[in-house]
């Protein structure tokens, strides 16, 4: 039987109607003749509050108990719909990640897949089992410990089972109908793409656009996954949503393609250090080992020896840079006068594969956020991407704006 893999995120889930609803079209591919692996996210709402249960309880926590508590949503959603799915004649069974087993590696809270062994589900699917619900977001470490795979994991682990299993295609069931311009919440006039490619669907969701989480992208782009993101609110046709694909297959596209953003950054700057060889390593690392995520890197003019070096993170690990850079003082690493931190900036992004052609991208996106009187505090760019760190209360502002610029309410 041809297997199928179909993952509902945390609002098709939400409620017990949901659940019935998004089972009904498993239903419908069950009766198609597929061998279907539904992996389901917790209820919407349910990691978040379990994420802060953990912080109000130990704020520097150990991440294994975190991953214990975090990843225990879904194993509500899994042995529902699997319920469900009973209720509907459907030969149905849950599992949890460590039950396949999902094996990953012992990053808590943002393990990797290593591999998925088919065979268990396998056998069950070959004694007419026809659904294996999964819990999604979770895994089983080399030590034996439950781990999660960061936030928007189930994407992944739904991508990483349509590799293991060689499914058909990989239907992401979610809140909007597919991937957009640009996030449809902040931009009414987003348009919804019928296709993008790998590339562009990797830099907007690592630019933030949380529509699909970036490692699953990255597990689509090499294992060849038929992709595709479609709305669980709507009745379905086989083309509908978007198709996550290679660039070859899209005809006409932008310049640019969409616009991303990602409200909850910091822009930390580490006032005099020394300025010698070896000092952004120092510093750097030391982040590293703390923990944090640094994205954007500018080491400023050095006068008299001494330079301030800035870098942005997300807002929430402020109090990590902090430590490690005291802790790399303190350690006679580095020495600083100050470390200054702005927690109310936003980064802004444009991703288009047509920048690798054209040039002025740019120097129009600069020119539209002067124009509307938006600062510019850090820039950085690739081939295909430029952003840019602003003040967080003009994002909004700056999407909307762009988005407008270049056109993107209007196919190519
Ligand atoms: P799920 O719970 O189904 O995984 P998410 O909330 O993780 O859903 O992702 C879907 C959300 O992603 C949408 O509701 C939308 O607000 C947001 N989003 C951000 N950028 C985009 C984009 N470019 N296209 C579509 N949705 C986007
Ligand atoms: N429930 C997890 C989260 O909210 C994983 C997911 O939904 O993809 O991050
Ligand atoms: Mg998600």
Known sequence: MPVLVMKFGGTSVATLDRIRRAAKRVGVEVAKGYDVIVIVSAMSGKTNELVGWVGETSPMYD?????????????????????????MDVPARSWQGWQVPVMTTSAHASARIEDIPPANIMAKFADGMKVAVVAGFQGVSPE???????????????????????AERCDIYTDVDGVYTTDPRVESKARKLDKISFEEMLELASLGAKVLQTRSVELAMRYKVKLRVL???EEQSDDAGTLVCDEEEIMESNVVAGVAFSRDEAKMTLVSVADRPGIAAAIFTALSEGGVNVDMIVQNIAEEGRTDMTWSCPVDQVKHAD??????????????????ADEGVAKVSVVGIGMRSHTGVAAKMFQVLS???INIKVITTS??????????????????????????????
């Open 144 to 166: 034996g410990r439950i781990t999660t795979l960061g936030r928007g994991g189930s994407d992944t682990t739904a991508v990483a089972f349509a590799a293991a299993f060689k």
């Open 63 to 87: 991440a294994r108990e975190y991953d214990a508590v975090v990843s225990s949503g879904e194993n509500v959603t899994a042995g529902l719909m699997a319920l469900t799915l009973q209720e």
């Open 231 to 233: 709305s669980s609110f």
């Open 323 to 340: 430590v490690a850079m005291k802790k790399a003082a303190a350690d006679g690493v580095i020495n600083y006068d100050e470390l200054i």
């Open 383 to 412: 081939e295909i991407k430029i952003s840019v760190l602003i003040d967080r209360k003009y994002m909004e502002l700056a999407v909307q704006a762009l988005h407008d610029a270049f056109g993107l309410d209007k196919a190519a």
């Open 371 to 373: 124009n509307e009187g």
